[in-house]
């Protein structure tokens, strides 16, 4: 690999900066991380790299900058920037109605009571919008977030969450669309499958795959040439093993390169959740959304595009829709834009951030954000599911921001 060259004059402490290592290697030495890539870079200049583990526990095989990463959920916010360079071609409004273009999700029912043959439903009081998608509150779920609740359990028993070897992406939305919605169109927040829905909404308006519009639309122009929706077979030694937590029994392996899903022939394009990228790779397309949509000559978005998504799209926090939480990360005080969180207060986020910073992070632990205000841009990957299991994310910005001086 080659040497890696750090800016200086980037306005962090260095001494303070080395915490970061210390702190990623507790989490390995102690196993409870297989690995941490970690890239900072600030007003454009690579300010801080650390690379620590193993793709493979077992083998000791260490891990690279260059190593492939599961990014799972850091996908949405690709596939949101998709959307909104269809939407600045005139070819959608946000408030349209999703039934439009997907007829399925015409008449929908919404869950209002009971569970299997004795569940109660409504009408919809107003239909799902492409908004209603892009910000979490279309009434769809995820059979994870409690797979006992009726609606989820539904979810859960048809298969209905990822799995890039499952039917066509076509097919899945439409099996999606006879399930009730977990809640009325625009009432509630709830993390769910609709950022999935948006890649097949993606689909119909640009007339191509979700995997060839990424291809020729996004990673190709931004030089992104690790990132896709599967992991050839001359790339797969740079592919780690994936790792599970459970109590009493720490990690165990999830999935191998050799054994994984992401292994061609992919089946389902997944805008919700299905890249592999490189930390190069997603620093230059978080570097492109800091920029206000453009990097080196490639321009995706124009500036007050990129200031529309990353605005609250909210009533209020996220907390005030029903979800305090999810996972390791706490919801007062943090909106939602379109495809990504939004920092609305620091105090009520009980994390060191700036207001205005977005962000999102993965499954497997992986997280990224972006301070505007600070010019920040930050990429965190490892493989170790579920991402709840340590506040990793939580700890990694405090880390950071105590080194910023300047």
């Known amino acids: 690999m080659a040497k890696i060259k750090i800016a200086g004059n980037t306005g962090f402490s260095e001494e303070r900066l080395d915490r970061i290592r210390g702190w990623s290697s507790d989490y390995i030495e102690m196993g409870k991380l297989p690995c941490a890539v970690t890239v900072i870079m600030r007003r454009g200049k690579l300010a801080f790299v650390d690379v620590q583990g193993f793709k493979d526990i077992a083998a000791e095989t260490p891990i690279e900058f260059d190593s492939l990463f599961r990014i799972f959920s850091m996908t949405k916010i690709v ?4 959307a909104m360079m269809l939407y600045e071609e005139g070819r959608f409004q946000l408030d349209d109605p999703l039934s439009a273009y997907i007829p399925a999700f015409k008449d929908m029912q919404v869950w209002t009571g009971g569970e299997d043959d004795e569940m109660t439903v409504e009408p919809v009081a107003a239909p799902i919008t492409i908004r209603h998608l892009m910000t979490h509150t279309a009434g769809l779920t995820y059979a994870f977030n409690n797979p006992t609740a009726p609606v989820e359990s539904i979810y859960d028993k048809r298969g209905l969450d990822f799995n890039p070897n499952g039917s066509p992406l076509s097919e899945w939305v439409g099996e999606l669309a006879t399930v009730p919605l977990a809640f009325h169109p625009g009432a509630r927040w709830t993390y769910s499958v609709a950022t999935d829905v948006l890649g097949h909404f993606i689909e119909i308006v640009s007339g191509q795959t979700l995997d060839a519009f990424y291809q020729q639309r996004i990673l190709q122009p931004l030089g992104m040439v690790d990132t896709s ?35 061609p022939p992919v089946q389902r394009y997944q805008g919700g959740g299905g890249l592999i990228s490189t930390a190069t790779d997603y620093l230059r397309f978080l570097e492109m959304m800091r920029n206000g949509g453009e990097l080196d000559g490639v321009r995706l978005l124009g500036p007050k595009t990129v200031q529309f998504m990353t605005a609250n799209h909210l009533p209020g926090d996220i907390a005030s829709m029903g979800q305090r939480q999810f996972g390791e990360s706490i919801f007062e005080g943090v909106g939602f834009g379109l495809g990504v969180a939004v920092v609305l207060d620091p105090a009520k986020t009980q994390v060191l951030c700036s207001a205005g910073e977005y962000n999102w992070g993965g499954a497997l632990s992986t997280a990224c954000w972006v301070d505007p205000k600070e010019e920040l841009s930050v990429v965190y990957l490892t493989q170790l599911y579920p991402s709840s299991t340590y506040p990793l994310r939580r700890e990694l910005r405090t880390l950071i921001y105590q080194a910023l001086l300047d």
């Open 79 to 82: 596939t949101s920037v998709a």
């Open 229 to 263: 929706f599967t992991v050839s077979d001359e790339k797969l030694e740079r592919f780690p093993t994936a790792y599970k937590y459970k109590n009493g029994d720490r990690l165990s392996v999830m999935e191998t390169a050799e054994t994984s899903g992401f292994r």
